[in-house]
């Protein structure tokens, strides 16, 4: 018996959210569906938005679940804490907060709030009518997982959203090794090549010091440098692209010259050069260096 809180039984037993949002061609609204998981895996989800087009925001949301006490209850959690919310405050929404809002979830049970989380990106998505492979790269990656069809990009960023370490909590929270376990070697390349990179930028943002209080920056080798600027992107731009449906790649790096690809909306937006210049090129000089000049490739 799975120790499961009281919130989680209260949601399970309780729900008060199921079902299916119909499409009735009202003025100004919008349905929208996100599905996630398969049937054949053991847990799905397809999640229903109920949108008010002019601000974008959740009116009602419906979901329905194949799955156990925990997929069930954290999809009833997900639907309370968007509703009421844009679609830009929803897509900040983690698998963490779902799992806190239900005080908590048994380690082993950790993927079904990633689901949650997963179906509602994909129902914004759809709403916005970008394909789901233009901001995840979750499918683009090499399959390391045959038995639940998860890829190494998938593992990594759950690996780094979660600050996993083990084998063992990836298959928690993404079930991949839960199968045959052949991939679990793998798993661990991964979570070793995470650590590495964490490694490498954490040695070069410590170089970053303080004199006279004033900021001031010891001189970075150029792998340091390298690593620094890719931690930020990673961490603190990325996160924000994704939200609006676009992504950035660091492409190369020439001295004071880092040299991006943009992806998915930002690609093709018009406001593309204030994206270089206010999303990247502003957060790069207070955090790398005050002379770095970003352009797009």
Not at 114 to 135: C, F, K, S, W
Not at 194 to 214: D, H, W
Request: glycine share 8%; net charge negative.
């Amino acid at each position: 018996m799975w120790d499961y809180t009281d919130k989680v039984l209260e949601l399970f037993y309780n729900p008060q959210h199921q079902g299916v949002i119909e499409d009735k061609g009202e003025p100004g609204i919008k349905v929208a569906v996100g599905d996630v998981g398969s049937i054949a895996c053991g847990d799905a989800l397809r999640l229903h938005l109920k949108v008010e087009e002019n601000t974008e925001k959740i009116l009602e949301a419906r979901f329905q679940t194949f799955g156990c006490t925990s997929a069930i209850a954290s999809s009833e959690a997900l639907v309370e804490l968007i509703k009421g919310k844009t679609l830009d405050e929803a897509l900040k929404v983690t698998n963490k907060e779902i799992a806190n809002y239900l005080g908590g979830l048994p380690e082993a049970k950790m993927h079904c709030s990633v689901m949650g989380q997963e179906a509602l990106e994909a129902a914004i998505y759809n709403y916005r009518g970008i394909p789901l492979d233009t901001h995840e790269d979750d499918d683009e990656g090499a399959l390391v997982c045959t038995c639940f069809g998860i890829s190494d990009a998938k593992i990594k960023r759950v690996i780094i959203e979660n600050n996993l370490t083990t084998a063992e909590e990836v298959t928690n929270y993404v079930k991949a090794g839960g199968g045959c376990g052949s991939c679990l070697a793998n798993i661990d390349d991964i979570i070793a090549s995470v650590q590495k990179e964490k490694a490498s930028a954490t040695t070069a943002s410590n170089s970053l010091s303080q004199t006279n209080g004033k900021s001031a920056v010891k001189t970075l080798t150029p792998v340091q440098k390298i690593a620094l600027i890719q931690r930020v992107l990673d961490e603190e731009v990325r996160p924000v692209l994704i939200a609006d449906g676009g992504d950035v790649e660091l492409f190369d790096v020439e001295g004071d010259r880092v040299k991006v690809i943009l992806q998915g909306a930002c690609g093709s937006c018009s406001s593309s050069t204030a994206t270089l210049k206010i999303a990247i090129e502003s957060r790069l000089r207070d955090r790398v260096s005050k002379d770095i000049v970003v352009e797009a490739v």
